[in-house]
């Protein structure tokens, strides 16, 4: 079928002349037709056209542009006129709408950027109000000693404490010896080997045991907290406490928040030791460093403070890591996919803040000179 009939005229813009039926049927045929006239400058004549729908009006758009089909319409019917246009509008409406997408996609950007802002300001907000009840339970239950939960107490030290310590000590003696042959390496350049002794033990006494124990503990202990009282509320067990009269901050935060502020301390210094152990082999082993020397080194150059400020941390990051874990567990809704996501969301918001607590009381020590 015979689509495309160019004539020549005296003007010397080719007159083009569009017979048969320009249909969704015949697309193939069509645009394997128009593809030598694409960017040319010709002359439309739609008289000779006997079918039309949107399909080739579309293609006529494309190869030839509104400009020139729309010279060429008063050659058509009245009906055919009113599909053109109705084309030529929806089109134009898509370019809009795609123009609109882009700015909008900025716009959406800029939205969600202020809903995170806002959901973190109010997460603070909630942290900080959860804190205060704990405190205030805590308070609460002072007068009533009979009515303290020992038992719970040392069952979440157990757990969140003893449990903890072999892999606390293999990380941190694994760590010890890794930066002891770090420091020899770099060290062994400048004929200082010895100052290997005071990189292993200032790191591990100021930040490295208390950063590496909160990190373990945030991923193990704050996970377990948040599952326990998430499971617990899934299956409805803090709603028949509270009906029963019995306070769940008492029976089930309180512990949980006591035991981890009592264990870290104790883990951190475990950590210290398991690291400076290890670093103490690689001495001796790798640098010819006797224990005694070693020993020595640290007796005449580390004061106490650096002991006393890595272990200060301990329990301000345990308080940050039980809140953290409990109140996610308290956020849980009534499905097991919220216990999972919000077991995440714990271990997330609890390594993030131990960093960023700890990096705050560096700058601290650094500017009192500690």
């Given at each position: 079928m015979l689509f495309l009939e160019e004539k020549n005229q005296s003007n010397s813009v080719p007159l083009l002349i569009l017979r048969g039926e320009w249909t969704v049927q015949h697309f193939t045929s069509i645009k394997k037709a128009l593809c030598s006239y694409r960017g040319r400058d010709v002359q439309l004549s739609l008289h000779a056209i006997q079918a039309l729908d949107t399909v080739g009006t579309q293609l006529l758009l494309?190869?030839?542009?509104?400009?020139?089909?729309?010279?060429?319409?008063?050659?058509?019917?009245?009906?055919?006129?009113?599909?053109?246009?109705a084309v030529i509008q929806a089109l134009s409406r898509q370019e809009k709408t795609t123009e609109v997408s882009r700015g909008s996609a900025i716009l959406h950007f800029l939205e969600k950027t202020g809903a995170n802002v806002v959901a973190a300001w109010r997460d603070f907000l909630c942290w900080n109000g959860f804190l205060g009840m704990v405190i205030l339970a805590l308070i609460r239950s002072v007068p009533h000693y009979r009515k303290w939960r020992v038992t719970s107490l040392v069952a979440n030290l157990d757990n969140s404490g003893f449990q903890a310590v072999p892999i606390v000590m293999l990380l941190c003696f694994m760590v010890g010896a890794v930066v002891a042959f770090l420091g020899a390496t770099v060290l062994e350049n400048f004929g200082a080997q010895v100052f290997t002794v005071h990189l292993v033990t200032y790191s591990f006494l100021r930040e490295f045991a208390t950063l590496l124990t909160a990190i373990l503990i945030a991923g193990r202990t704050a996970s377990a907290y948040t599952a326990q009282l998430g499971s617990m509320k899934v299956n409805e067990e803090i709603d028949a406490l509270k009906a029963s009269g019995v306070d769940p901050l008492s029976v089930l935060v309180l512990p949980r928040v006591l035991a981890l502020v009592i264990a870290m301390p104790l883990l951190t210094f475990l950590g210290m030791l398991a690291g400076i152990i290890g670093g103490m082999l690689v001495a001796s082993i790798a640098m010819d460093i006797s224990i005694r020397l070693f020993f020595d080194i640290i007796n005449s150059s580390v004061g106490v403070k650096h002991f006393l400020i890595g272990i200060g941390k301990a329990p301000f990051l345990a308080i940050v890591i039980a809140i953290t874990g409990c109140m996610e567990g308290f956020k849980v809704s009534g499905s097991a996919e919220s216990v999972g996501q919000h077991t995440t969301t714990s271990v997330v918001k609890c390594i993030f803040l131990v960093i960023l607590l700890d990096a705050l009381f560096a700058l601290f020590f650094m500017q009192m000179g500690w």
């Open positions: 494309d190869n030839f542009g509104q400009e020139k089909l729309q010279q060429a319409l008063h050659e058509l019917s009245s009906e055919r006129v009113a599909m053109v246009d």
